[in-house]
């Protein structure tokens, strides 16, 4: 089995300050996802990357960035923090018909 | 453009009843359901999937049938335990292609004692 590891698990951020979260998996996946999830409305598609270096805008990509430098790893960047912003962040990976997630980063802005 | 409805917030039972969970879906391509489960502090996982109409998948004791003619995809359960107190989506694979998931807003299930 694989494993898909984000870090940092918790993050605490100042109001427009420039954040990045990190994700890897050893499943040896091509696809990629970011999705936030807020309370009480599910999970939002962020990016999502099908190979290496390609990059895919979802719903949800206004005020991120993302970065997929290498098959196993794919970067997240909220490029302004909004004051009193929490979410949760999960990663996510798929080959086929099954999407693999992470644990999450929780992100709380002061 | 697609979307998935999952009427249900909150659902709390007692342990040892039926739970049905309801989620419905709109798209205009051929629909590939999900359900993922989620419990606190851990990552979603899939619990079941299907693109069969009207044939049952099962897991875990959780069951759901694809019914295309009412969009449908509901999970259920013949008696709840304590420990499938969790976070349940439902899930469509997106018309854009394979590589998208979109999920509804989430069903939290509690079962008390």
């Known amino acids: 089995g694989g494993i898909i590891t984000q870090t940092p698990k918790f993050l605490i951020g100042q109001e427009g300050q420039k954040l990045t979260l990190k994700c890897q998996q050893n499943?040896?996946?091509?696809?990629m996802y970011w999705y936030r999830q807020d309370s009480g409305k599910g999970l939002r598609l962020i990016y999502y990357?099908?190979?290496?270096?390609?990059?895919q805008k979802g719903d949800l990509s206004e005020g991120y960035d993302a970065s997929r430098e290498k098959k196993s790893s794919f970067s997240l960047t909220v490029t302004s923090a909004q004051k009193n912003e929490m979410a949760v962040f999960l990663c996510?990976?798929?080959?086929?018909?099954?999407?693999?997630f992470g644990k999450g980063t929780r992100l709380t802005v002061v | 453009g697609d979307s998935v409805t999952q009427t249900e917030g909150l659902v709390t039972l007692t342990k040892g009843l039926p739970v049905m969970l309801n989620c419905t879906y709109q798209?205009?391509?051929?629909?590939?359901l999900f359900w993922y489960v989620q419990h606190l502090n851990e990552a979603p996982k899939l619990l079941l999937k299907?693109?069969?109409?009207?044939k049952r998948t099962e897991h875990q004791g959780f069951y759901a049938t694809l019914h295309k003619s009412s969009s449908s995809f509901h999970l259920q359960k013949s008696s709840v335990q304590l420990s499938d107190s969790a976070l349940y989506f439902c899930?469509?694979?997106?018309?854009?292609?394979?590589?998208?998931?979109?999920f509804g807003s989430g069903t939290q299930l509690t079962v008390m004692p």
């Open positions: 990357s099908i190979t290496e270096n390609d990059l």
């Open positions: 299907s693109s069969t109409d009207n």
């Open positions: 899930a469509l694979r997106g018309s854009s292609g394979s590589w998208q998931l979109i």
């Open positions: 996510a990976s798929s080959m086929g018909t099954e999407v693999f």
């Open positions: 499943f040896n996946h091509d696809t």
């Open positions: 798209t205009t391509y051929s629909p590939f």
